[in-house]
C-alpha cells in the first residue's frame, strides 16, 4: 500500500490569480483590512513601480498596530535599499533578511539554500501563495522595461492550509532570531527564540467556510520535507489518464521525473509543456536544453513562451477528468528548487479551479507559445550544442559539490 504523501482536506476556497496585475490588488486590500498579524515571506522585494504600492500597504498596516513580519532572501532582494529599509523600520514592519551572503557570497556551497517560497498569510486567515515576487509585471532588474507582462501565477486562498503556512513561517521567524542571537552570544535569548519557534501552532479560524475545495499546502525544506513537492507531481504525472500541462521557468527536472512524463506520453496521455523561450540566465536557458531530446522522442509537446518572461510554476492534469488536479506555487522543476530551496506550493483537486488553469494556459500557448519542432531541435547548430552540454556538465557539478544526486 503506498504511504500517504500529504492529505488534502475539504473546506478551502481557493482563486486563481494571474501576474501582479492581479495579485497585488489582491494582496493589498488584505493588508489595508488587516487587524492583527501580517506575515509576508518573498525571494525578491523590488521597489521600483507598482512594487513600492505592496511597501506602502505594509507600512500602512505597521502604523496602526498590525505586526507585520517581513522575510527577504539574501540573493534575490540582497540588503534593502537604505531609504526603503529606512521607511519600514520608521513605520514598525520587522524585517529580516534570509541567508545573507557575507564575503564569500555563493562560493560557498551552503549559500545555495535559497528562501524561494512566495507567502503571506494576513491575521491566519488568508493565505497567498504562488510564484509572483514583489515585482512589477513591467519590470525586470536585469533587462529593464518589459513590453509584455511578466507570465506568473498565485493563489488567494481560505481554510486549514492558512494555519499550516502560518505555522511555518512563524517558526522560520524565531529561528532566524535564534541564530541572529546566538551569533551575538545572546545564548538565553536564542534558546527563547528557539522555545517560541517551537510553540509556534495556529489555531483554526472561527468560520464556517462550507463545503469548498480539497487542497493542501506542500512545503520543501532541507530537513523534514526534502522531496514531498516533487514526489506530488511523480505521484499526479502516474495517475494521469488524458492530459498533462506543465507550465515552469526553469526546467531541469531529474531522471525519475523525467522518465514518468515519458510513460505517460507513452502510455497515450497528451503531455505538453510551456517553458521558457526566451534567454535569460545561461544556466537556465542552455541546461534545459539536453533533456529535451528523450521528452520530445516520447511524444511529449514542448512550447516556447516568447512574449515575455515565463516565470510560472504550475501544473494541471486531467482539467475535465474524474480528478482534476492542479498546483501553483514557487517551485521549479529544477536542482535549486527541488534540493536546495525552501519552497511552497498549493494543490487543488477542484474541476473549476482546475480548468480556469488550463484555460489560460491553453491561451498562453495557443497566442504566446512557439512550438518546438523535434526535427529543428535535432538540426541545432554545434555551437548551441555545445553550449547546452557545458551549462549541463556545470549543473551536474554543482550538485556533486553539494553531496545531491538528481
Given at each position: ?189 536564542a534558546l527563547q527564540a528557539l522555545r517560541a519557534a517551537s ?180 538540426l541545432r547548430s554545434w555551437h548551441e550544442r555545445a553550449l ?19
Amino acid at each position: 500500500m503506498a504511504s500517504v504523501l500529504f492529505e488534502l482536506t475539504e473546506g478551502h476556497q481557493v482563486q486563481l490569480l494571474q501576474g501582479a496585475q492581479e495579485l497585488f490588488p489582491a494582496l493589498i486590500a488584505a493588508m489595508d483590512a488587516a487587524l492583527s498579524d501580517i506575515q509576508f515571506e518573498t525571494y525578491i522585494f523590488d521597489f521600483t513601480g507598482t512594487a513600492t504600492e505592496v511597501a506602502q500597504a505594509l507600512m500602512r498596516a505597521a502604523r496602526r498596530g498590525v505586526r507585520t513580519h517581513l522575510v527577504v532572501d539574501g540573493v534575490g532582494t540582497g540588503r534593502l535599499p537604505q531609504d526603503w529599509a529606512d521607511r519600514l523600520r520608521a513605520a514598525g514592519v520587522h524585517c529580516r533578511v534570509y541567508s545573507p551572503l557575507g564575503p564569500l557570497g555563493l562560493l560557498l556551497p551552503r549559500r545555495w539554500r535559497r528562501l524561494h517560497r512566495k507567502l503571506c498569510v494576513v491575521d491566519g486567515r488568508v493565505l497567498f501563495c504562488g510564484g509572483i515576487n514583489v515585482l512589477d509585471d513591467f519590470h525586470d532588474p536585469n533587462h529593464g522595461r518589459l513590453v509584455a507582462p511578466r507570465f506568473d501565477f498565485a493563489v488567494q486562498a481560505t481554510g486549514a492550509l492558512v494555519g499550516v503556512a502560518s505555522d511555518a513561517m512563524e517558526q522560520l521567524w524565531w529561528r532566524m532570531q535564534a541564530v541572529r542571537d546566538a551569533s551575538q552570544r545572546r545564548l538565553p535569548e536564542a534558546l527563547q527564540a528557539l522555545r517560541a519557534a517551537s510553540a509556534a501552532h495556529h489555531a483554526p479560524p472561527d468560520v464556517d467556510s462550507g463545503p469548498g475545495m480539497r487542497a493542501a499546502l506542500l512545503l520543501r525544506d532541507n530537513v523534514r520535507h526534502r522531496s514531498r513537492i516533487e514526489k506530488a507531481y511523480r505521484r499526479a504525472i502516474a495517475a494521469a489518464r488524458e492530459e498533462i500541462i506543465i507550465a515552469n521557468a526553469y526546467f531541469v527536472p531529474g531522471r525519475k521525473l523525467r522518465v514518468a512524463l515519458q510513460m505517460a506520453a507513452r502510455r497515450g496521455v497528451r503531455v505538453r509543456l510551456l517553458l521558457q523561450g526566451r534567454y535569460e540566465y545561461f544556466m537556465q536557458y542552455h541546461a534545459a536544453r539536453p533533456v529535451y531530446g528523450a521528452l520530445l522522442k516520447a511524444g511529449v509537446e514542448i512550447h516556447e513562451y516568447a512574449p515575455s518572461f515565463l516565470h510560472a510554476k504550475v501544473a494541471v492534469i486531467d482539467a475535465h477528468g474524474a480528478r482534476p488536479w492542479a498546483t501553483v506555487g514557487s517551485s521549479n522543476l529544477d536542482p535549486l528548487s527541488l534540493l536546495l530551496a525552501r519552497e511552497a506550493n498549493v494543490v487543488v483537486e477542484d474541476a473549476a479551479f482546475a480548468q480556469d488553469l488550463r484555460a489560460r494556459l491553453e491561451h498562453a500557448m495557443l497566442h504566446g507559445g512557439r512550438v518546438l519542432d523535434p526535427t529543428r531541435y535535432a538540426l541545432r547548430s554545434w555551437h548551441e550544442r555545445a553550449l547546452d552540454r557545458v551549462a549541463f556538465v556545470l549543473m551536474r557539478l554543482a550538485l556533486w559539490v553539494t553531496g545531491n544526486r538528481y
